[in-house]
């Protein structure tokens, strides 16, 4: 039996479910960490939730553009989410975001599925360069990137406003040589 590219020690990336819409309904509910995600929307239903979910589960994905479930190895529950955005096909350049579930921090999930997900875009759709924003209040995801091998390239001051207060956001980036460099 060959083992999957989606899958590491901890993790395997998959499509969205319709029956996951619980767990990330459940996690939408830490505010501070949909914060570092990116903003704090007002509350969604349930009901929108489930709806929502189970539409895009029927949807087809793109090939450098998509959302992934990043789900535990060893029972396939939601941890957290990845996704690609911000592709750019001349350059060959993406950014992406991850996102994990509070329950789950510091268990290196979001470690392996960013790997994961670089040898794919690198490796499988020829991409060049991964690009990541984070911001200056997010120092798991700031220590993270770090150690991941990212090169930190910028930093916009006072970028971002949530919760009272005014945050910078550090770029960073990864080119396909320091990724195999580095993984290979």
Do not use: C
């Not at 704090?40 to 929502?52: D, G, I, R």
């Not at 997900?117 to 209040?137: C, D, G, I, N």
């Amino acid at each position: 039996m060959t083992a999957s590219f989606w899958v590491g020690e901890r993790v395997r990336l998959r499509a969205r479910e319709p029956e996951d819409w619980e767990a990330f309904f459940g996690y939408d509910q830490d505010s501070d960490a949909v914060r570092n995600g990116w903003r704090l929307p007002p509350p969604h239903s349930a009901a929108w939730t489930k709806k929502e979910f189970a539409e895009q589960a029927e949807m087809g994905l793109d090939l450098d553009e998509f959302f992934l479930v990043i789900a535990a190895k060893h029972d396939d529950a939601p941890v957290g989410s990845i996704n690609t955005h911000a592709v750019d096909r001349v350059h060959g350049t993406f950014s992406y975001g991850i996102s994990i579930g509070t329950p789950h921090h510091r268990r290196g999930y979001a470690g392996e599925a960013i790997v994961l997900l670089l040898r794919y875009m690198f490796h499988e759709r020829r991409f060049q360069k991964a690009e990541a924003t984070v911001y200056s209040s997010n120092h798991a995801s700031l220590e993270l990137h770090r150690r991941l091998g990212f090169v930190e390239e910028g930093r916009r001051r006072r970028s971002r406003y949530a919760n009272g207060r005014y945050d910078d956001e550090f770029l960073f980036g990864m080119t396909v040589e320091e990724y195999t460099e580095r993984y290979a």
